[in-house]
């Protein structure tokens, strides 16, 4: 009877042959290194909470359980039993996104791929039979691959960072989900005040158009005049029914991002924007903020240093991809039991890896043009989100000031000459529009502003969204041929 006992490596990159003892003890540190993969607690959400803790100040819930929807749902039910504050509306999109809480499943999906890549493969077992006369040979082989071990240093490294860039992609939809959020809250609640205003601007007309159609049935207004305000009125319904629309527009954007359904949507929001800050904000080292706490820069950096790890693996694996070693002993009933070691190299006769090195060089080269064009743009966009911002806030702060108030003063002193009848009621009227038309103005001014604060915001934490300012079109039109 003859056994034979081999152990079998595949290793990545050059090793020289090793004695018995060695190679034993080289398989028991492989075991040791590859039990040590294992998975984490809360698959790195943690640092996911503690950003939007820090940035945003907002707590997150991930949904792995009945019980986890169930603490979520009471949270939602909370906050939806008042009038829906902006910060609320944050809170319940980022506990309630059903969208959000897919996107943390990459976080478990991730982590068990990283832990399989720093796992060795399991050993095999070999067993054969033969008989040649009345000699009788069994041959057992145990192999296993230590490919794995040589290179898992680098793949750990090379895991670990694709495992950081995950989680701060994870950590970045998270802030633009509060900063769409709080875009489409302001753009709801603005929508809501526009058509309580165009609803004021369409009973204006109905009572001018009304008087209109009476005075020419008296023979006091002849049809130009009846046409002119009968077109104002037509004109304020048409500004009516595109508020409504987009009332319902902007209201069932923010229902999306909130992600809520059936009667939650029946939420409330206040009746009025937020007011004007003091003061805008000063932030002369702008860029600098931006360049240290972007997530979209650091992670550039995190995927330049993962492919600059992927290519010295590359390097280092390039001409030898294949090294086998082994144990053998052979025992016969018929002869002395042998024993020795074999080695077994790959020959790179056709591959000598350069396609490989040339295409981690490329990748590596890629990935730093990514991230200096991540800078670079960083820069650009909380620029621009800062210039918008105090813009909007200038506008804002004049609409405020001076076009609101000069028009008020207006319509003061053409109901006192109204009142001592020196203008008529139609002049009275077209006044009222004026006014009620500055209002509506100026509250979209302040939608902007607020808008351009999100979008600020986001610009110092992650990439923005920017937003282009609706301005008060909507709102100058809705004076119509009568303003």
């Not at 302001?186 to 205003?197: H, P």
């Amino acid at each position: 009877m003859r056994d034979d006992m081999q152990v079998a490596a595949a290793a990545s990159g050059r090793r020289r042959g090793t004695t018995g003892p060695r190679l034993l003890a080289l398989l028991a540190s492989a075991a040791v290194l590859g039990g040590c993969a294992t998975f984490t607690p809360d698959a790195g959400f943690g640092g996911v909470q503690q950003a939007a803790k820090d940035r945003i100040g907002k707590d997150l819930l991930w949904a792995r359980s009945d019980a986890d929807l169930d603490t979520i749902a009471r949270r939602v039910a909370q906050l939806l039993a008042k009038p829906l504050q902006v910060d609320d509306a944050v809170q319940v999109a980022l506990l309630n996104n059903r969208g959000l809480q897919a996107g943390f499943q990459d976080l478990g999906i991730t982590e068990a791929e990283v832990v399989q890549a720093g796992r060795l493969p399991n050993p095999g077992i070999s067993f054969g039979r033969m008989r040649q006369g009345d000699e009788r040979e069994i041959e057992r082989g145990l192999h296993f691959n230590l490919a794995r071990l040589v290179a898992l240093p680098l793949v750990g490294r090379v895991e670990a960072r694709r495992f950081a860039q995950v989680r701060a992609r994870v950590a970045m939809d998270v802030l633009s989900l509060a900063a769409e959020t709080r875009k489409g809250y302001f753009m709801a609640l603005a929508a809501e005040e526009t058509v309580r205003y165009m609803r004021q601007v369409k009973e204006a007309a109905d009572a001018s158009a009304e008087l209109a159609r009476r005075m020419q049935q008296v023979g006091n207004f002849n049809k130009l005049q009846r046409a002119r305000e009968q077109s104002f009125y037509a004109n304020a319904a048409l500004r009516l029914a595109q508020a409504e629309q987009a009332q319902r527009s902007t209201r069932e954007r923010l229902v999306r991002l909130l992600g809520v359904w059936g009667p939650q949507t029946l939420f409330s929001l206040p009746e009025r924007l937020s007011d004007l800050p003091p003061a805008p904000l000063e932030l002369p080292d702008i860029e600098q903020v931006a360049l240290a706490q972007r997530l979209d820069v650091q992670g550039a950096k995190l995927a330049a240093e993962q492919a600059a790890s992927n290519l010295g693996l590359q390097r280092s694996t390039r001409f030898v991809n294949l090294l086998e070693l082994g144990l053998v002993r052979n025992s016969s009933n018929e002869a002395p039991s042998q024993r020795g070691w074999e080695i077994g190299v790959e020959l790179p006769l056709f591959d000598w890896g350069d396609a490989r090195v040339a295409r981690a060089e490329a990748v590596h080269m890629q990935a730093l043009h990514r991230a200096a064009e991540t800078a670079v743009n960083a820069r650009s966009e909380v620029r621009e989100a800062y210039t918008g911002y105090r813009s909007a806030y200038d506008i804002a702060r004049h609409h405020r000031d001076e076009i609101v108030p000069l028009n008020q003063r207006i319509a003061e002193e053409n109901l006192l000459r109204y009142n001592g009848m020196l203008i008529g009621v139609f002049e009275l009227l077209a006044d009222a529009r004026t006014q009620i038309a500055s209002v509506n103005a100026s509250i979209e001014a302040l939608r902007d502003f607020w808008i351009a604060q999100a979008d600020l915001d986001m610009a110092l934490i992650g990439k923005p969204s920017l937003s282009a300012a609706a301005g008060p079109a909507m709102a100058a039109e809705a004076a119509g041929p009568g303003h």
